[in-house]
């Protein structure tokens, strides 16, 4: 009997024949290993191989993509159990919020948070029912369930999902204890870290100035002087290296880059020191620092990945009662072509330079990503990310990018999830799009199935290892 | 014989499969009441219920998609008997503009305009050939005779079409004698106004001083002062809601809003009342007066609708001579990100707060606007809007807002025409172009066709009844 | 045995039905004259009738599109062989860049620069295996030598491709050899040649002080005022005109336009004229000579084209090393709304104007461009331009624009090429995809076949020869 809640022909076109390409073409890369070389699932996992709690913990609390869609109908944080940053209350009965998560469940119809839970549903848990208000009980129950097996701790989960490798990402001052601890087991191929030091280049953060200090402790380098802070940085970066990264990641408000004299760099540095830079000085002092951490790739071959575009913590009374990361990061308007440019004149004929841009803003696709790098040597693009990581993001990014870009300029696929279970099927989402998108230029003549199954298995595997380096 | 003019599958994908569900989908829907809580009918129309006089007064004079088109192509506005403000001539003869209309229809090819006026000549004239050059005195005739009958009264029509209720649109200081009319029968449930108070509110219009006296009068309120001024706004909007209003409307060029204190707002509206204002401080009484119909709209309950991002009159030559609404509003670039922000933050969370967005800036679906409404339990998206208000625009609209916003955070379509016989069409298109894209989802198994069926009824009807509040 | 390196259904959709209506209409269609109205071959060839020399100097070294890609992915320009503007070293051995190429080939995949390649492989040489490693000699020895034969030079290539009529484009300051010498012969009226004046208008340019200086010696005004200079390019556009001009061609960086007073005018000539104009002096000259332009065609006829948005030579390195045009030219978001407001106040209602838009920035489609083309009797869109010159960027012109603007404000098809031997291959895509948009609309009975195949004619044939006036 057919399943009801997942079909094996998901995703792709009803075309007859545009099906029998894509499913022919999904048939060859389904299986093969997934490599996540950007997200955030915790290191703690995968080093203390501990079980999951429950159904709630993993599914609700954690998901901002779930708790903002409850949210958008009128469902308080607060019942959601979504933990206080101001101490106040919150639903502590998993079952409760699990509840209202199973009776809202048709919010999320043709939403890709759907597609992925209904395939974790049916694909990890054996469930075989959409989540109802009636079922709910036996949801949790079953999932949570399992979840105390063996077969459910993370490193089980790892060799289950055929994850050959997954990043994970920590600040510049993470002492990366998790990853410490796998150092010289097998594990430390299989985990690695990202550089992310946003939180001692971002001035405006209102812990910028002890930041900077606690660099200087980390690292022995003099970090109240310019030249003191960026060796702390590269100091940083090696011992991040030394944890498995081959990666920087750098989240911006703006794309926006700098390239200034040394004596402007060490006035601006002074003026962020002290903890009374402005906000045009804050965005100036970011944009610098793209510049040398571009500098700093050069050196130590380190692939940067640029993030631009979010308005973080949009609603200001959530962001006081819960803080970061609530579901109300919203998307702007991003140029990257004025942006770019000294970063690009200093650095962008570099052979030994790697940047791979991302965007929220869907415009700049085939205005200025695919054109910047269908140029630049160092350039590639990113998957389309976040709220356009959906099967019809996905095929706006292809339809937009590739005629200009092609494919060769684009690095497969990311799944920037926390949510560690939803891993496969955000990649399986990937795969069926990406083969839809070829069976589509297989059938009108564009490129042979041939080919588009060499592409497939890139865009699936090769590109992802070579363009961050993991091979 | 089959048709020539329109055919019963219109609109559909080719795609048989597809096909068939839409059609399965469209079935069980086509046939619901019309719910069109936003538009821009005359009233008098159902107050007096007279006879509409002949063909072009009806479909050519007072449609700007239809003039403008015309307009584009070389032909004179004045030969088109678009009436003038300046008193120059014009075309009286209804007979040759219709055949000008004739003579042009090719011109339509594609547009919404074309599906629009074959269905009406089609569904409610019972004419079976394409208008040309042909058939445009037969057409003219059988139009203008029809026209004249007791079932063509604005009443039968409403009847007719099965409109269960229909809202129009009236300024601040309009006395409202039509609804009035109507007030203590039956059809003051059917018809119903709209609040839309951009008369006193935006600051640039010549005539704001006088608008902002007339209020004072009409109210009994001191509008010379800040807070008589806001009480006197807050006395029609009571008005209104006694002539059955539920919604305000807002039609800004942008979506700025502003949240200044007291003492900033009595010096800015002193400002604005001495006719001296310049363009920013405009600009920022529209932006603050935003907010404060919000806290209204928390006090009465009334929906607000914001509409921004028009270019009006963007031909001052023919501004001059025709005035207002005559085709040459442009949209421009919109943000809503910082934009909205100021009225978010002081009242984004209340929970009896409605607030209904539109743009003519489609890029702000996917980057913005469904975001947010993924997000803010205040808001909600309105259907594609005026030029996107077409098959094309429809599929956009739903293709990039439904991933991240679902379909709980839109409101149903709204016609927003003010080409009464053209109503069922509009909503007809709606209707179709739902289905299809519901029926894509389910022949890629995305949602069942169960549910797909249960969205449909909400997206033609339930939702349009729960986000204006009407019934 | 069919052919694997092109299939004579490419480009159409998979669904059966769709495709056999495409089909028809394309047979219809296909043999259609070539109307080139806007490109940028080089009228040497035309006068002269030399052949070209070999492979690599035909297809490689001139195009931008080939060789960005290339070297986006690693590939030195010098081991291209693109020439250097520094004098430096640079491939010489077109059987080595050829090789290049040829390993290269799989980056193309699913770029119209590959579709263009296969299809001048197949069509004008005979080719029937894709082009790889393996026959990269065999490919340039067989191209190469079919290019020494009479049939290939470039006037019965003119033929062999029943190319009607072909437009280059010079600068105002262009002696016009080449046009003069066929004068009075009957190529004059197949290759003619387009006024773009920007050399003498873009007060940015190094050169605009002597270039200012060269037009009054070239026309005898005096150039040192602004009604000289004024009356110089007028002369300049009517000796234009006797080589076949109808129509001049405006590359600004943005669609701004102004209308100052003489006094500002003059006041701003002299400003330019001196060589120390600032960036946003040089901005409202432009802005203010397209207006000006305009003024010029609504007095002589000629049909202005304004290609907006590009930021040239983005990339300062290789700039200084190998000049312009080398594939770093990035689209930049652009306005029209605001932008070209002062122009069409003063013009836009002109009976005797023809301005044709083009755009960089897709955004503007259905928000800007479509709206004002729909509107301005003088306004009409070129199709979609240089990095949107592919099916997929085709296609979202035709569904963005065709809703509001309809067919009749476009005007057919420009290859904007200087890659003689694949204009057919571009012309064919544009057909192709053209049938494809209107198959859609037929088997969606939104058009009847017949209004279809009416329609395609004009897209490919009509509406460019009357757009620009060529007959």
Redesign the interface.
């Known amino acids: 009997m057919e399943s009801?809640l997942?079909?094996e022909?998901?995703?792709?076109?009803?075309?007859e024949?545009?099906r029998s390409v894509a499913k022919a073409l999904y048939k060859e890369i389904r299986d093969l290993p997934i490599i996540s070389p950007h997200g955030h699932t915790d290191p703690r996992w995968f080093a203390q191989n501990n079980n999951f709690t429950n159904a709630t913990e993993l599914f609700i609390t954690p998901d901002h993509y779930v708790f903002?869609?409850l949210?958008?109908?009128?469902i308080k944080l607060t019942d959601i159990g979504v933990p206080r940053w101001d101490g106040g209350e919150t639903e502590q009965d998993p079952r409760k919020i699990w509840k209202l998560l199973a009776d809202n469940y048709?919010?999320?119809?043709?939403?890709?948070s759907?597609?992925w839970l209904d395939t974790v549903f049916h694909d990890v848990f054996g469930l075989r029912e959409m989540l109802c208000s009636d079922n709910a009980t036996h949801y949790y129950d079953h999932i949570t369930a399992q979840l105390q097996g063996d077969d459910f701790k993370p490193r089980a989960l790892m060799d289950r999902f055929n994850i050959e490798v997954i990043a994970t990402t920590e600040g510049a001052l993470d002492a990366l204890p998790h990853h410490a601890a796998i150092k010289d087991t097998p594990w430390a191929k299989r985990v690695i870290t990202t550089f992310r030091p946003d939180d001692v280049v971002d001035a405006s953060r209102e812990d910028i100035v002890s930041n900077i200090e606690k660099l200087g402790e980390l690292t022995g380098e003099d970090t109240a002087t310019w030249q003191g802070y960026l060796n702390a940085i590269r100091a940083r970066r090696a011992v991040f290296r030394e944890h498995g990264a081959t990666a920087t990641d750098h989240g911006h408000p703006t794309a926006n880059t700098a390239d200034l004299s040394e004596a402007e760099c060490i006035a601006l540095f002074d003026k962020v020191r002290s903890g009374n830079s402005n906000p045009e000085e804050q965005e100036l002092f970011r944009a610098q620092m793209l510049t040398e951490l571009a500098g700093m790739s050069v050196e130590d071959g380190m692939v940067m990945q640029i993030h631009p575009g979010s308005?973080r913590n949009?609603?200001?009374?959530?962001f006081t009662q819960f803080g970061r990361d609530k579901?109300?990061?919203?998307?702007?308007?991003t140029?990257f072509?004025?942006a770019l440019?000294p970063l690009?004149?200093k650095y962008?004929?570099e052979?030994n330079l790697d940047i791979i841009l991302f965007t929220?803003?869907?415009?700049t696709y085939?205005?200025?990503l695919?054109?910047?790098?269908?140029?630049?040597?160092c350039?590639k693009l990113g998957p389309s990310w976040w709220?356009?990581d959906?099967?019809?993001?996905m095929l706006r990014f292809r339809?937009?990018v590739?005629?200009?870009?092609?494919?060769?300029?684009t690095v497969g696929f990311n799944d920037d999830t926390r949510a560690f279970l939803s891993i496969p099927a955000r990649h399986d989402v990937a795969r069926r799009i990406d083969c839809r998108f070829l069976a589509?230029?297989v059938?009108?003549?564009?490129?042979?199935e041939t080919?588009a199954a060499s592409?497939a298995r890139k865009l699936t595997y090769d590109f992802a290892k070579q363009a961050y380096k993991l091979g």
């Open positions: 009801i997942l079909h022909d998901r995703l792709f076109p009803a075309d024949a545009t903002r869609m949210y958008s109908q009128g048709h919010l999320f119809a043709a939403t890709p759907r597609l308005f949009h609603n200001s009374q959530l579901g109300h990061d919203i998307p702007m308007q140029d072509v004025k440019r690009l004149g962008g004929n052979p929220l803003d869907e415009t085939s205005r200025e695919a054109p910047l790098a269908g140029h630049y040597p350039l709220f356009h959906s099967p019809e993001g339809h937009q590739t005629e200009t870009a092609g494919f060769f300029n589509q230029l059938v009108e003549h564009r490129i042979s080919e592409i």
